[in-house]
């Protein structure tokens, strides 16, 4: 008997819990080719800020061990773009959508919210690790009360039956206040996690691998696998009714799994995307494949399964 | 209607071997050899299944050829843990190769004199470009360099190919000492060139175009600027291109280019984010000053 690989994220069910994480899927037609779009759970947009924004000076990307360091500086055609052509197509081709958003502040952030109303979108994600201009260059993500504020103008402009995800990171927080405030603030979900800081540096130049420097560059892959997990795993117990997205070097289906029983209810697959075009497929399969073959009949009951027992 | 969307297989190689202090693999892939339109690369995997090596390496495609219904190759140096261990595959290995990316050199209309400028490994994508500009009637004239002899890759494939073969190394031990850009213009002018191809880092590619600017021909570039991915996904290789609207955007090298008009790449600004770009700091105001010097 195929398992059941519906997942409940909030108001949303999703069909299956695989989905791309922000950033990683191009506009979902670079991807389009190697993975089909309509099978995965969703496709999450790279983030849009409401102009066009050129990014960081190249480079920017170095390979580390089982990971890659890169400072893209969030480059994209702006909001307008994303609606015009993009969710339109994505749409056009069967694939769910969520949105992920990137602003200077709380009030930028509700603007975009707006601009996707009516919109079929499946979900918002609100990046949480953009700077924020007010606070000497640190990032929403720093201060609970900041993030707080910017959840709660994005929850205020989205349509009540389209949930609202959180993207934390984990550098420099107490990753449970953070996710609690967030909680409060009206997030129906919790994104865990965004790269982890860190620094690559090229010895022939003698200048770091990456241009935007050591404040932007961030370590993605299954170098981080380890951080992630346990990252979902202390917010699940922290919040346990709230679905959590997980993130963070997810490269198979075990991993998946390995995520769900954590605390997840549903896995972003970023950086292995980068290596394996086809590997949102690819690890949907090996996730269905793992489920049949232990006789999981319901790819919910994994969900959180981990906590208990043994601690 | 054919497709040319690139696809994701693994494949067997079929051999591996010497080109001076080049490699050569050649692997059995119908599907990309059908696709493969001249100066259009593939994007690699190395280190096996489990590699903690997860950036693709991309390499030009130097030759398709019908063989076990179609068979691809590509040239490569070693250089780091990536192309060493390429080093190591043996026939039946296999690779998982995505492929053919990137946009293809665009073809003249009509029959046209054309110059195919190329240093090291950037002459790889320059083959299978002068074979299908031979098959539409074009003269076709090589300029090829090196730091040394073993380093121009494929004297001999461009003498069957070319009309003339010029060959220039950094320490003279082929052809003239120097770059091949020194002899760019000397061929332009006895080959009567109408059309410049080049393939090579940026800097000389830069020196090509600006020749060419001189004689007033038109010329095609293709860059080599590092990918991670080569789908287009990641936004990891831009470079700063003037679209037909005047306006620069952060093109991706793999998906928009690799091949670029030259006028239209901002050569002096690779591997910056030049003011005026679209969405760069001050790209507003550089846009608010031409609409007021229009105006004015
Ligand atoms: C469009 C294109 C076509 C190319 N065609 C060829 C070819 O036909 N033959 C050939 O020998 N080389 C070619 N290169 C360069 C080739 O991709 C690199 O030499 C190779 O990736 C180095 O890998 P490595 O593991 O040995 O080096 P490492 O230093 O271990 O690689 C680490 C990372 O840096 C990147 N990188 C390192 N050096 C370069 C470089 N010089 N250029 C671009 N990326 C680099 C790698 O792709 C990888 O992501 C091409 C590059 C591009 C962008
Ligand atoms: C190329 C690339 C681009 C990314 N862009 C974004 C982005 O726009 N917004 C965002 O919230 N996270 C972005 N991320 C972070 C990923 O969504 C993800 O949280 C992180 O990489 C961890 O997952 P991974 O190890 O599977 O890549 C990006 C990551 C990469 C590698
Ligand atoms: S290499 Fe990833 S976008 Fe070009």
Redesign the interface.
């Known amino acids: 008997m195929r398992p059941d690989l519906t997942v409940r994220l909030g108001s949303w069910e999703a069909p299956n819990p695989v989905l791309t994480a922000a950033?990683?899927?191009?506009t979902g037609r670079?991807?389009a080719?190697?993975c089909d779009l309509s099978r995965i759970g969703a496709v999450t947009t790279?983030s849009v800020m409401i102009?066009?924004?050129?990014?960081?000076?190249?480079?920017?990307?170095a390979?580390t061990?089982?990971?890659?360091v890169?400072a893209?500086g969030l480059?994209?055609?702006?909001i307008d773009v994303l609606v015009q052509r993009d969710l339109p197509w994505l749409v056009s081709q069967g694939a769910r959508a969520i949105v992920s958003l990137a602003g200077s502040g709380p009030q930028e952030y509700s603007e975009l919210a707006h601009r996707l109303d009516g919109l079929s979108i499946c979900a918002v994600e609100v990046n949480l690790s953009c700077v924020n201009p007010a606070s000497q260059g640190r990032r929403f993500a720093h201060e609970p009360a900041e993030a707080a504020a910017v959840v709660r103008a994005v929850r205020d402009a989205t349509a009540g039956d389209v949930p609202v995800f959180a993207k934390l990171a984990v550098d420099g927080v107490d990753l449970r206040e953070l996710a609690e405030a967030c909680v409060t603030a009206g997030a129906d979900g919790l994104s865990l996690i965004n790269t982890v800081r860190g620094l690559a540096v090229n010895i022939d130049t003698r200048r770091l691998a990456v241009a935007g420097g050591s404040e932007q560059g961030g370590l993605s892959?299954?170098a981080i696998r380890p951080i992630a997990l346990a990252a979902v795993h202390d917010v699940h117990a922290t919040v346990p009714d709230v679905p959590i997205i997980g993130m963070g070097g997810v490269r198979s289906g075990t991993d998946v799994m390995e995520f769900m029983l954590a605390g997840a209810s549903a896995v972003a697959v970023g950086?292995a995307?980068?290596?394996?075009?086809?590997a949102g497929e690819r690890i949907l399969r090996e996730f269905t494949e793992g489920l049949e073959r232990r006789g999981i009949e319901r790819a919910a009951d994994l969900v959180g399964a981990a906590h208990g027992g043994n601690e | 209607m054919s497709d040319f969307r690139p696809v994701q297989v693994r494949v067997p190689v079929l051999s591996v071997r010497h080109m001076d202090s080049y490699h050569a693999i050649t692997v059995v892939a119908p599907s990309i050899a059908e696709r493969f339109r001249s100066g259009q690369f593939v994007a690699v995997a190395v280190g096996g299944e489990h590699s903690s090596m997860l950036l693709r390496r991309v390499f030009s495609i130097h030759d398709v050829k019908p063989d076990f219904g179609g068979t691809v190759e590509f040239v490569f140096s070693e250089r780091g843990n990536g192309t060493e261990w390429l080093a190591e595959r043996r026939a039946r290995d296999l690779l998982d190769v995505v492929g053919p990316l990137g946009r293809p050199f665009p073809l003249p209309r009509d029959p046209v004199n054309c110059a195919l400028v190329g240093e090291e490994q950037g002459a790889a994508a320059l083959f299978p470009l002068a074979n299908t500009l031979r098959r539409r009637g074009c003269r076709v004239d090589f300029a090829l360099g090196g730091a040394t002899a073993d380093r121009v890759l494929g004297t001999a494939q461009a003498r069957r190919l070319g009309e003339t073969v010029s060959v220039a190394t950094g320490d003279g031990s082929a052809g003239t000492r120097g770059g091949v850009l020194d002899l760019v213009s000397r061929l332009i002018e006895t080959s009567r060139t109408e059309v410049v191809y080049a393939s090579a880092p940026v800097p000389v590619l830069r020196s090509v175009a600006a020749v060419a600017e001189k004689y007033d021909i038109p010329a095609q570039v293709r860059v080599e600027e590092a990918m991670a991915c080569g789908t287009g996904v990641c936004m990891g290789c831009v470079v700063p291109v003037v679209g037909e609207d005047g306006i620069t955007r952060m093109a991706r090298a793999c998906v928009d280019g690799p091949v670029f008009r030259a006028e239209r790449l901002r050569f002096g600004d690779v591997g910056t984010i030049p003011f005026d770009a679209l969405g760069a700091p001050g790209w507003k105001s550089a846009v608010e000053d031409t609409a007021v010097r229009e105006a004015g």
Do not use: W, Y
């Open positions: 950033g990683c899927a191009g670079e991807l080719p190697f790279k102009e066009p924004r050129a990014g960081n000076p190249m480079p920017r990307m390979e061990p089982s990971g890659m890169s893209l480059q994209g055609p702006g892959g299954p950086t995307i980068v290596h394996d075009p086809g």
